[in-house]
Structures are given as structure tokens and as C-alpha cells.
Nanobody, 116 residues
Framework: QVQLIESGGGLVHPGGSLNLSCVAS????????MGWFRQAPGKQRELVSRIVRKTDDAHYSDSVRGRFTMTRDVAKNTVYLQMNNLENKETAIYYC?????????WGQGTKVPVSS
């Protein structure tokens, strides 16, 4: 059974930084497309970044490109999302996702309130 557990969320001021982690168990992250999504209050869940399986290619949404960096540590079976220069509008629950064809696995999410 695949389990994804996120951590690293918490209150951050506008302009601040956070580093989120997602540890996987029951599988090897290398075989999955690993992604970070977020869902702001009252809005749909949206893709933030993704690393394509079996590669180190990271892709980003236009809104975060240049400020967020997604990385993967295969030895630790963990993906990370370094978020810099956060904005109030990026207040959301951030979710880790593992996707392979039609199969999706989700973590429980970690809250990131951005507020002064």
C-alpha cells in the first residue's frame, strides 16, 4: 500500500520561505511521476510542480517558476518543495501526489498559511 506523508508546513510571512517534504512508503518514488499540488480556500486543487518518473526533469506552473524548486532524493524515498518569496495568495493546503498512468496516490496535505 502506497503512503505519502507530507511535512514542513506552517505559518510564514509574505516574502518568506518554507521547505516541504513528502516521504513515501510501500513503493519507490522513482517509478512514479511525483507532484506537488495545492488547494487554496474555495478553489480547485492545482498542480504546482512535478518530477517525471525515472528522470530528474522538474516542471513548474507559471505562477511558481523561478521561486519554487522541487527535488527528489531516491535514497530517502522523499521529494521536497523549496518555496521562496511566498505570497499571501499562496495560502493553501499542499499535497504530495504519486501518479502512474491512471493511478493516483495522495498524501493528507500540509497547511501553509501565508500571512503577516
Amino acid at each position: 500500500q502506497v503512503q505519502l506523508i507530507e511535512s514542513g508546513g506552517g505559518l510564514v510571512h509574505p516574502g518568506g520561505s518554507l521547505n516541504l517534504s513528502c516521504v513515501a512508503s510501500g513503493t519507490l518514488i522513482y517509478i512514479w511521476d511525483m507532484g506537488w499540488f495545492r488547494q487554496a480556500p474555495g478553489k480547485q486543487r492545482e498542480l504546482v510542480s512535478r518530477i517525471v518518473r525515472k528522470t530528474d526533469d522538474a516542471h513548474y506552473s507559471d505562477s511558481v517558476r523561478g521561486r519554487f524548486t522541487m527535488t527528489r532524493d531516491v535514497a530517502k524515498n522523499t521529494v521536497y518543495l523549496q518555496m521562496n518569496n511566498l505570497e499571501n495568495k499562496e495560502t493553501a493546503i499542499y499535497y504530495c501526489n504519486a501518479n502512474l498512468l491512471s493511478t493516483d496516490n495522495w498524501g493528507q496535505g500540509t497547511k501553509v498559511p501565508v500571512s503577516s
